[in-house]
């Protein structure tokens, strides 16, 4: 059963087209992955489906309800749908456990005796348990995004949006993080990547989206999209990073 849908995504910036007629289906504990050249629209359609970024015009639909209605209040919907982005944005003054901690006990009230459990679990998941009380200017670029990962997982999304989460990463980091991801598939969460990570999207995605010019220009199972390409555009982007 189709859980968000999206259909009609547009937006521009001023006279820049950056989405030009979105369609895209997910369903519960899909993993979706989104490829294509920079400029394509990658970033823009995640911000889009978190409500970072208002439509021009289009519906996102989560459970049959359009919540990119305008005037709808987005906040509900970003504690259901996390986002992890490129760069790990932590604030450099709050231990690794603190800068988890910070949005649950704003948004949810909650305690940090409370919450302290949950958190340190899944610090120990990710295997960051003992960085809970570094500073993120001791942590390794990788360790910083583990821990980006775990604050978004802090608020108990039910689906996760990844925007480039490797590219700023040494090669040697990259493993880890992907790890991560590899074990939030097993536990069947709902997941939308952009990725130059063409390995991992082709092991684990169900779905991958090429995105080219601001439109998904062709949407296949990865041994499809990646063996047989249909689009010329397609082809010629894959001969140049596989």
């Known amino acids: 059963m189709v859980w968000l849908q999206a259909k009609g995504l547009r937006k ?10 979105i369609d895209l289906s997910i369903d519960r504990g899909e993993m979706v992955c989104l490829i294509g050249a920079s400029g394509s629209g990658k970033s823009t359609l995640l911000r889009c489906l978190n ?4 439509l021009d015009d289009g519906e996102i639909r989560l459970d049959s309800v359009d919540i990119a209605e305008p005037g709808l209040d987005p906040a509900p919907v970003r ?45 120990r998941r990710f295997g960051l348990e003992d960085r ?5 200017d001791q942590l390794s ?17 039910e689906m996760m949006l990844f925007d480039e989460i490797t590219s700023a990463l040494d090669p ?17 969460m709902t997941m939308v990547l952009a990725t130059h990570e063409m390995g991992f999207a082709r092991e684990l995605a169900d779905k991958i989206c090429f995105l080219d010019r601001g439109r998904i220009l062709e949407e296949a199972p990865p041994e499809v999209l990646f063996s047989a390409p249909k689009e010329e555009r397609t082809r010629a982007f894959l001969s140049r990073v596989l």
């Open 132 to 136: 809970m009380d570094h500073y993120p």
């Open 141 to 157: 670029g990788g360790q910083q995004q583990r821990v980006a990962i775990v604050r978004a997982l802090a608020m108990k999304p």
């Open 51 to 54: 409500l970072l970024e208002p």
């Open 79 to 123: 504690r259901r749908i996390g986002m992890v982005f490129q760069s790990y944005n932590l604030f450099p003054h709050m231990t690794a456990a603190e800068n988890v901690l910070l949005a649950p006990r704003r948004v949810k009230r909650m305690t940090r005796e409370t919450l302290l459990p949950e958190v340190t679990e899944l610090f």
């Open 172 to 188: 040697e980091l990259v493993g880890e993080v992907l790890d991560v991801l590899r074990q939030l598939r097993a536990e069947g």
């Open 12 to 21: 521009s910036f001023g006279t820049n087209v950056v989405l030009d007629g």
